[in-house]
T-cell receptor, first 112, second 114 residues
């Protein structure tokens, strides 16, 4: 069953604007990872945030994690048309046999 | 970042044939690899966890005799779709987990069964 649930499901913004995507999950996690997928392609790992971390940055990406609310957000600043893709959050559940569980994904469209 | 390759990237086959997909971690050793299936505009669904030197762990509802997984080395896992049928047509993606927990994904294999 899918644990991560992203919202919104689809987001359309103008180039230069910021894009904020949210993810909620249900169970305890070791870490949460955000991925990007261009149409018909594999997934590109964007950022991993551990359960004891609250915020991480990577270039134009900023990820936050609130374990009390079981939620995470991905912020893309100064968006570009090339950021157009689907974005997925995936949770690595706590426990010996951890595995990633993916949300349904968010389709981001950045208009030039 | 780490690189995971998949081969072939695309395959078309006749119903009833078997198809093997290879997944390789190119610059790190992966004791655990994963196989996912993705339908158009849908999320990834985990099929099985592949452990080097041991049997794969399949998710509920995934037929282990249909989807044979072999993890022969720390850098190679294979998925064989046996006696493929049109409903097996899908996008299959593998991933390899690094020692720190990051999962790196392959580019995917698009399977079309006629």
């Amino acid at each position: 069953s899918q644990q991560g649930e992203e919202d919104p499901q689809a987001l359309s913004i103008q180039e230069g604007e910021n894009a904020t995507m949210n993810c909620s999950y249900k169970t305890s996690i070791n870490n949460l990872q955000w991925y990007r997928q261009n149409s018909g392609r594999g997934l590109v790992h964007l950022i991993l945030i551990r359960s004891n971390e609250r915020e991480k940055h990577s270039g134009r990406l900023r990820v936050t994690l609130d374990t009390s609310k079981k939620s995470s957000s991905l912020l893309i600043t100064a968006s570009r048309a090339a950021d157009t893709a689907s974005y997925f959050c995936a949770t690595d559940a706590a426990g010996a046999n951890s595995k990633l569980t993916f949300g349904k994904g968010i389709t981001l469209s950045v208009r030039p | 970042g780490a690189v995971v390759s998949q081969h072939p990237s695309r395959v078309i086959c006749k119903s009833g044939t078997s198809v093997k997909i290879e997944c390789r971690s190119l610059d790190f050793q992966a004791t655990t690899m994963f196989w996912y299936r993705q339908f158009p505009k849908k999320s990834l669904m985990l099929m099985a966890t592949s452990n080097e030197g041991s049997k794969a762990t399949y998710e509920q509802g995934v037929e282990k005799d249909k989807f044979l997984i072999n993890h022969a080395s720390l850098t190679l896992s294979t998925l064989t779709v046996t006696s493929a049928h049109p409903e097996d047509s899908s996008f299959y993606i593998c991933s390899a987990r690094s020692s720190i927990g990051t999962q790196y994904f392959g580019p995917g294999t698009r399977l079309l069964v006629l």
